[in-house]
């Protein structure tokens, strides 16, 4: 994993604008992973930077969600569509479905999940870290924090009903843009930076399972 310091998400979005549209103008069809939090303004920047004739063979799915009905207050998805995020020519591939219960919605982000990682060459991650080392929705020892073979797993927590892609599928990723910044953070990235720990105890250890990882903090990077 390689951290790169920097003062805020510049950099970061300019790099991973760039990746997308270079794998995209390479003719490959790429999954693009999207996260909700601080991350939804530099999610709708980046898409607003992919040409138009580049986007036919991009698709845009969540890395979590929160459980309830389609456009539900704290909806990640519905956060991201209502910041102005515009899909254009891109494959949306949203995990909420009206009426389906908590157990029914795991099964169908299984499900578009599954088609989505098979039908593309190249998986982009953007993802934030947590200030208790948690990423996507993974909550340090927590039952998504638990191995599986399923690409999507849910719980419920205080105080949302969590829906979450697994390390299974985080393992699948080809690259991973990751941005954490702020004091409140530190000490939880130092440990990622310097030490070894279970996944299940901070699941942003993953990231360094990936054959590419980026990580942009304003605390400390491999750059002087």
Excluded: C
């Amino acid at each position: 994993m390689k951290y790169i310091l920097t003062a805020g998400w510049e950099d970061g979005v300019a790099d991973l604008t760039e990746r997308l549209v270079r794998e995209l103008a390479g003719g490959r069809r790429v999954l693009w992973l999207v996260s909700g939090g601080s991350n939804v303004i530099p999610s709708v920047q980046i898409m607003g930077n992919i040409p138009a004739n580049l986007q036919a063979n991009l698709s845009v799915m969540l890395i979590d969600e929160r459980y309830g009905e389609p456009g539900h207050e704290e909806s990640n998805w519905a956060q991201l569509m209502k910041a102005g995020f515009e899909g254009g020519e891109a494959t949306l591939l949203p995990v909420l479905e009206t009426s389906l219960d908590f157990d029914q919605t795991i099964a169908r982000y299984n499900e578009i999940a599954a088609r989505a990682f098979g039908a593309s060459e190249v998986i982009i991650a953007q993802l934030g870290v947590g200030a208790d080392g948690h990423v996507a929705g993974i909550l340090p020892d927590s039952p998504a924090a638990e191995e599986t073979d399923a690409l999507a797993a849910g719980y419920r927590s205080d105080p949302f009903a969590r829906l979450t892609l697994t390390f299974t599928a985080l393992r699948r990723v080809s690259a991973a843009y990751v941005f954490a910044f702020g004091n409140t953070k530190r000490q939880e990235l130092k440990k990622l930076q310097t030490q070894s720990i279970p996944p299940s105890r901070q699941p942003a250890q993953v990231l360094k399972q990936l054959p590419e990882a980026y990580f942009y903090s304003d605390q400390f990077g491999d750059n002087p």
